[in-house]
């Protein structure tokens, strides 16, 4: 069971008071009824699904009920690190390159 | 002799004699002492075989003395409903009445019938189960399965509910320790005494791990098991340590969340029935240092399975622990230093050992000399080729190693061997380490920890007891210091004077179950996987050792394969030519050792497995005679049966009330949204595909919520109480993740919105009453409200009183009655309910549950979401186009319902089916087709997703999704059944008061 930090409560919770709600930083059109149908396919069903850093929604539905955003690693599965909703995407250039190196290693291993 | 058995060795071991336990095996009575392993006991009364092996049904003896066990499985019964099978006899304790019975035979242990596979075994060879089995499908279920298991299967499973308790416990520390053998003991003294909050848990029943059988060891001066003991008591008493005996570290998860399992009284004669059989401990801790040891391997050659036959350091184990020689006339067959201390020990206690055969050519010369001192033959560069005897091993053949001269054959009653240790890396590869191949010892260690733990000791591969102290100490401080802010130094000292010899490795096969021979090696003795096996898994294309895995089952077992993993790697290693670490290990995953179901579930069974939701009616509907239904976790009244009546009657007579005078019914499980704030309007109007900005206040409106994708998600009835205040209704099951939706948008993509959303469904009870009478049995309750038509015509709102308790009164109606949905706080809502029932009833009113509320909407046509939809279903498809507000410019599903695909022709429509009969009711979920003359597969257009049986109506009544189904009206379509094929003609979904006047009283 991964320990959550809620940007909100501002502390280490365990993940059963936390729901998954998606990757994070998809935001939806302002003028989304007139989007073509490509637009709307990106927006609504593409999703990234990368090996490293994941931007993902996390909801703390069983503790302050707010949605805020984390950073993990897919490889790891560790939380690199949470940020409240609406603030922009954290620079995490280190450890996406760190992660990057892994998964190359990775696969040359193979 | 001694009572407790003829191969007690008086004055060996640290059992008292004169505790004498009485138990049973295979219905035999035996005497042990207190403190013996059900092994230790056996292997004193002179039983060795303890079990059939899974396929080949060998005779099986007992292998080790630890959890590592994968031989001597047997089941354990305390009463009818206390039968636990496949307990390893080298784990359980004995206590008086302990009755163990063997596993996997018939008639007998000693004549077991499905020994025939042992001789027909080239049908069992490895990937049988893969390719004879695989063709054709049905012959799996009904021949061969059946067959196989009544042949095979470990154990029986008890057929009685767990009459025990299993406890469960959450608990944080800065350090977990997880093995008290030396090195897991100095560790844990060393943080303890640095100040930090310590965790020291042991899967055995004495702490001390190697200490108990190697005798050479001093630390501080005493003898290793007594310092053991000591080190125990010193931390026992600390407030800061917490020590768990008998607690396995089964799970190593994320962020160092550990699982222990405590078996509580699975040890004891007559336990204290408030006792928890188990406890489970979930341990978060800051570090964890694991000290879990090492495993001796078997070695590798023909027979290697006969009862006899074990490793030396549980040969070892028995004698200095337990008092017990395993055998009178004992072999030795080693790779390893380690197996001359057990020679040794066993010689000084007055057993025979013929010879010691040790496969290296140049092993250590002061062991060989010290053997040779006490008379024992060594036979340095042999290997043993073979073992004779059936129920118990009665010879070894020994060999030279590069072959060559002849064999000889040397009477034994017991081998014991050691082709070297196996570092204990579970616990670091559960935490998602990657073991690291260690050329020079030839052995995995740790790699890189992904998590904030260390290895200590054996399992890190730190040979010698110094040096093992020396890490065990620094780790202990070091982890103290680095989680615990008020660590100081630790000032634990630990003098080392005299220890074993460990040295020496081989893994593998070894001479003479080498390629091309045709025997019985066994690596896999759980398994019942051969040298031969692994080979034959290669031969067939198999180059990963996640591949020979599968294929062979090796390491497949409940023992995971802690003996047979590295031999079963090096031998598929030199077929495939290619060095081990290429081939690579398999990976840990939990449990360590089998863990029991009750241990993981704890309380969480029977009416604690799942909380019950009752409305405040509850007692009241039961009361009445309501026969309820689980709606998630509701309990909803579903029909109320009278005298003499099924439920078919029930729900006719039910359905006929309603319509024709009035009915009651409990719709609090509801759920209720109440939406607040001076944007709330907005909010609704984006959230649903109706529009709600100019929903006068008093008013109620059918909202229909779509995802983006345009499909419904829900649907409910909202009111506005107010300008800036709504109470929206959900469907009882959607009520939580409607929540979770609309808090999405709110707080992500309208968080400009001022709105506030609070859950309601359980601050309120809601009690239908619907019907042509609903009015005038409600009026005289009625405060504060003009009930009037033309006051409050349908779909009409108003707060008031209702028994003088304040109501939210909705006039609205999912039957097509005219009706009322009377909501008052939960706690008065048993109080309406009755004050209304009892002027009701006399009048002719009846009380009515789920089925019929679902026939009397599906007479009106009105859907359910999650029945009538599933997830495809747009709110045009469902025939619900009108609420879908067309001027409006934004809602959540605006785009996706212009998506191409759900604008195309050809989808299915919600229309609904008259059964041509007129008596059939059509199953619901049935398939429908245009041709039932087409063979199968054939083609699908529809499915059946609400039918009923209409006595208002007088004849079945279905609704149905069906390709295109709005331009088929009066088609006939047909229902393909097993036995017969129903025809049906699409019609509307409105089958009673088409004109709708009745909804308007
Ligand atoms: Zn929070």
Redesign the pocket.
């Known amino acids: 069971m991964l320990l959550i930090h809620?940007p909100?409560?501002e502390e280490k919770?365990p993940e059963l008071e936390f729901r998954h709600a998606g990757e994070a930083h998809v935001a939806r059109p302002a003028d989304i009824a007139n989007i073509s149908d490509a637009e709307f396919a990106h927006y609504f069903f593409y999703r990234d699904n990368p090996k490293g850093v994941a931007y993902e929604r996390w909801r703390?539905i069983h503790?302050?009920g707010?949605f805020f955003n984390a950073a993990r690693d897919t490889i790891s599965d560790k939380f690199l690190t949470t940020y409240k909703a609406g603030e922009p995407k954290p620079e995490l250039v280190e450890a996406a390159n760190e992660n990057k190196a892994e998964a190359q290693k990775g696969n040359s291993a193979k | 002799m001694s009572a407790a058995g003829a191969n007690r060795i008086a004055g060996a071991g640290r059992l008292t004699p004169a505790n004498t336990v009485r138990f049973t095996f295979d219905g035999r009575d035996y005497t042990g002492l207190e403190g013996d392993t059900l092994a230790s006991a056996l292997i004193a009364n002179d039983v060795h075989l303890v079990g059939r092996s899974f396929k080949y049904h060998r005779p099986r003896g007992i292998q080790t003395a630890g959890p590592e066990e994968p031989s001597a499985l047997v089941g354990i019964r305390r009463d009818a409903a206390r039968h636990v099978p496949n307990i390893r006899a080298t784990v359980q304790e004995i206590h008086d009445g302990l009755a163990a019975v063997s596993q996997n035979r018939w008639p007998s242990l000693a004549f077991d019938i499905g020994a025939v596979n042992d001789i027909g075994s080239p049908l069992f060879s490895a990937g049988v189960y893969y390719k004879t089995f695989m063709w054709p499908k049905a012959a799996w279920k009904h021949v061969y399965e059946p067959v196989i298991r009544n042949a095979a299967g470990l154990g029986v499973a008890p057929d009685q509910p767990d009459p025990d308790r299993y406890a469960s416990r959450y608990v944080h520390c800065d350090v977990l320790v997880i093995g008290g053998g030396v090195a897991g003991l100095a560790a844990a003294l060393s943080a303890a005494e640095s100040g930090a909050q310590v965790i020291l848990c042991d899967e055995n029943a004495n702490m001390g791990g190697a200490l108990r059988f190697e005798g050479e060891a001093k630390l501080d001066g005493l003898e290793g098991y007594e310092w053991a003991q000591q080190a125990v008591d010193r931390l026992s008493v600390m407030d800061n340590v917490r020590v768990l005996q008998r607690t396995t570290a089964f799970g190593y998860y994320a962020q160092n969340f550990v699982g222990l399992v405590e078996r509580v009284t699975d040890h004891l004669p007559a336990p204290d029935p408030d006792t928890p059989r188990e406890r489970l401990w979930q341990v978060r801790a800051k570090r964890v240092i694991i000290a879990a040891g090492a495993i001796e391997r078997h070695m590798v050659f023909a027979n290697n399975d006969r009862p006899g036959i074990m490793l030396a350091s549980a040969a070892r184990m028995y004698l200095n622990h337990y008092g017990v020689a395993v055998g009178r006339k004992v072999g030795v067959y080693t790779a390893n230093d380690s197996a001359y201390a057990a020679a040794i020990d066993l010689k000084k206690a007055g057993v025979d050992i013929p010879a010691i055969v040790d496969l290296r050519t140049d092993p250590d010369s002061g062991l060989v000399e010290e053997a040779k001192g006490l008379g024992i033959r060594v036979l340095t560069g042999h290997a043993v080729t073979g073992a004779g005897g059936k129920l118990r091993v009665a010879s070894m053949t020994v060999e030279p190693a590069n072959g060559g001269s002849k064999a000889e054959i040397i009477p034994v009653d017991a081998i014991v061997m050691s082709a070297g240790w196996t570092p204990s890396v579970h616990m670091y590869s559960q935490s998602r380490g990657k073991v690291v191949w260690n050329e020079e010892s030839q052995r995995f260690l740790p790699g890189e920890y992904p998590q904030d733990a260390v290895s200590v000791g054996a399992c890190n591969g730190t040979d010698g007891l110094q040096a093992s102290v020396t890490e065990a100490l620094a780790a202990g401080e070091t982890a103290a210091k680095e989680t615990c802010p008020k660590a100081k130094k630790s000032g634990v000292k630990i003098t080392v004077d005299g220890e074993g010899k460990w040295a020496g490795n081989m893994v593998g096969a070894g001479p003479g179950a080498g390629a091309g021979k045709v025997m019985k090696a066994f690596v896999d003795f759980q398994n019942d996987v051969t040298a031969k096996d692994i080979r034959l898994a290669v031969q067939e294309g198999m180059h990963s050792i996640e591949h020979v895995k599968r294929f062979t089952t090796n390491g497949m077992a409940t023992d995971q394969g802690k003996l047979s993993n590295l031999h079963g790697l090096a031998i598929a290693a030199e077929a495939l030519g290619r060095p081990i670490p290429k081939v690579g290990l398999t990976t840990f995953r939990p449990p360590y050792t089998p863990t029991t179901f009750g241990a993981i579930v704890g309380h969480a069974r029977g009416k604690l497995f799942d909380p019950t939701r009752k409305t405040p009616m509850h007692v009241a509907e039961e009361a009445a005679g309501a026969v309820f239904e689980d709606v998630g976790q509701w309990k909803r009244a579903w029909y109320y049966p009278r005298a003499g009546e099924d439920m078919h009657a029930a729900v006719n007579r039910e359905c006929r009330t309603v319509r024709e005078v009035a009915g009651m019914f409990d719709a609090t499980t509801l759920g209720k949204i109440e939406v607040v704030g001076p944007d709330a309007a907005q909010f609704l109007d984006l959230l649903y595909t109706n529009p709600f900005m100019k929903l006068g206040v008093g008013k109620l409106r059918y909202g229909i919520m779509c995802r983006e994708d345009g499909f419904i998600y829900d649907d409910g009835v909202v009111a506005r109480v107010a300008e800036d205040r709504f109470h929206v209704t959900t469907t009882t099951g959607g009520a939580p993740r409607v929540l979770h939706h609309m808090e999405d948008y709110l707080q992500t993509e309208f968080p400009h919105l001022k709105v506030w959303l609070t859950s309601t469904s359980e601050q309120w009870a809601v009690i239908a009453v619907q019907g042509p009478k609903a009015r005038e049995i409600i009026e005289p309750f009625v405060e504060g409200i003009d009930l009037s038509n033309e006051t409050f015509p349908h779909m009409s709102y108003a707060e008031g009183k209702v028994c003088g308790v304040p109501a939210r009164v909705f006039r609205m109606s999912f039957t097509g009655e005219a009706g009322y949905e009377i909501n008052v706080p939960a706690d008065f809502g048993r109080q309406v309910w009755d004050a209304i029932y009892e002027r009701g009833a006399p009048m002719g009113m009846c009380l009515y549950g789920t089925e019929t509320m679902h026939v009397l909407r599906a007479e009106k046509g009105y859907i359910i979401v999650g029945q009538d939809t599933d997830g495809t279903v747009t709110p045009h498809d469902a025939g619900l186009s009108w609420a879908v507000g067309k001027k409006k410019t934004d809602f959540v599903g605006i785009r996706g319902l212009n998506r191409p695909d759900l604008t195309a022709p050809g989808r299915r429509q919600l229309v609904g089916l008259k059964v041509k009969d007129g008596k059939t009711v059509l199953e619901e979920g049935a398939q429908i087709v245009a041709n039932h003359n087409q063979s199968p597969p054939m083609n699908i257009i529809g499915w059946v997703s609400s039918s009923y049986w209409s006595e208002n109506c007088g004849h079945p009544i279905a609704m149905a999704l069906v390709e295109d189904g709005f331009n088929l009206m009066g088609k006939t379509l047909y229902v393909p059944m097993p036995d017969r094929v129903i025809e049906v003609e699409v019609r509307d979904t409105v089958f009673f008061d088409k004109e709708g006047g009745w909804i308007h009283g």
């Open positions: 809620c909100y409560c919770r703390h503790g302050c707010r």
